[in-house]
Each structure stands twice: as C-alpha cells, then as structure tokens.
C-alpha cells in the first residue's frame, strides 16, 4: 500500500539568496531580512521584530489594545500553513508619535526561525 502525503505549498516563496525568516512549526517563509524594521519590541510572548511587509500571513478582524506605548488598532496574524498566532498588524496608531508603525507586522520570536544564509 503505497501512502500519499501532501507536499508543504506556501503562498509565496522568498528566494533562496537572502537571508528570510519562517515560521518554526511549520517553516512556510514568513519575511525578507530587508524588510525588518526593529527588533527592539515585545510581544505577549516575549521579544518580537517588527517587520514592513510579511507573506504567507492571513489577518484576523482590527481590535482596539493598549500595548506598551498606548491604544492601536491591531490585528491578530497568523501562519496561513499552520494557522498558528504570530503576532499583529498595526492597523492603526491613535498617538502621532507610534503612526509609523501603522500598516506594520510585529512577528514574535518564539514563532520565527532564520533561514537561508545566516552563517
């Protein structure tokens, strides 16, 4: 008896030559180094990257939470593979000094690993 078994097939695939980050259970690519901003933020899990642009991300619906530098719009992200919480989106920021943040992806560490040309 010969078993089938599905193949992983992301949404989008990073090339191979930069350096990207994944998602740990299931390794779908998640960001581009160059499109990360800071890695000077903390999630509810600890340390986070905000990053500019991420693939392979569904978005829940925008909720209003006061994090640690006050009230944003955000949007849970999660693995589109896996369906495991990342993060968030920053929908919107009500103070004018976090506005920059607006549009932006904060992935968590526990669920990121580097992958492609770290050495």
Known sequence: MVRMTRSKTFQAYLPSCHRTYSCIHCRAHLANHDELISKSFQGSQGRA?????????GCGPAEERVLLTGLHAVADIYCENCKTTLGWKYEH??????????????????HMIKDNGWE
């Open 93 to 110: 920021a009500f103070e004018s000094s976090q506005k920059y943040k607006e549009g932006k992806f904060i992935i968590e560490l526990a």
């Open 49 to 57: 990257y905000l990053f500019n642009s991420v693939v392979n991300v």
